[in-house]
């Protein structure tokens, strides 16, 4: 009964911080998240939301914070793939973005990526990461199925 009131009150958080976010209101949606992490400290999806909320509001600082607080549970529980994952998860969407201030335009143009550029890299940075994560976890899978002799 406890662990459907918890997983209730967890959706009712991660809803409400949704809708907050989306209304624009990220002070309240990041205090709704740290409830959320409170009431399921091993939720992936709370950890990363919160992460996220943090990132998004400028303070990388405290979102690489809330992934090593997240990474080091797994790797307690002895979670080190999914450690593992999420750390290459944390390292592409925290990677700090170098903007030039003082740079002439032509200089830029000439030898940076464009806003629209750089976002699409680091979406493919991301694709390549989650698939290589992907793939690591299922051949330390399959090394298992092999091993046991047993049929697929």
């Known amino acids: 009964m ?17 809708t907050l976010s989306r209304a624009g209101n990220r002070v309240a949606a990041i205090a709704t998240l740290l409830s959320a992490v ?12 919160l ?14 914070r809330e992934y090593d607080r997240f990474v080091a549970r797994l790797e307690a ?24 201030r003082a740079i002439a335009a032509s200089a830029v143009r000439a030898h940076h990526l464009t806003a629209d550029q750089s976002i ?3 979406r493919v940075g991301v694709a390549v ?7 690591a976890a299922m051949l330390a899978a399959g090394a298992q199925i092999f091993a046991s002799g047993g049929s697929l």
């Open 2 to 18: 406890i662990e459907t009131w918890a997983g209730g009150e967890l959706a009712a958080l991660l809803s409400g911080a949704a």
């Open 77 to 100: 529980r002895g979670s080190v793939d999914a450690a593992m994952i999420e750390r290459s998860y944390a390292a592409v969407m925290l990677a700090p973005v170098v903007r030039p």
């Open 120 to 122: 699409a890299l680091r």
């Open 129 to 135: 990461v989650a698939i290589a994560a992907t793939i």
């Open 51 to 64: 992460a996220a909320a943090y990132a998004v509001g400028g303070d990388a600082d405290s979102a690489r």
């Open 38 to 49: 409170g009431v399921a400290p091993d939720d992936l999806t709370a950890h990363r939301r």
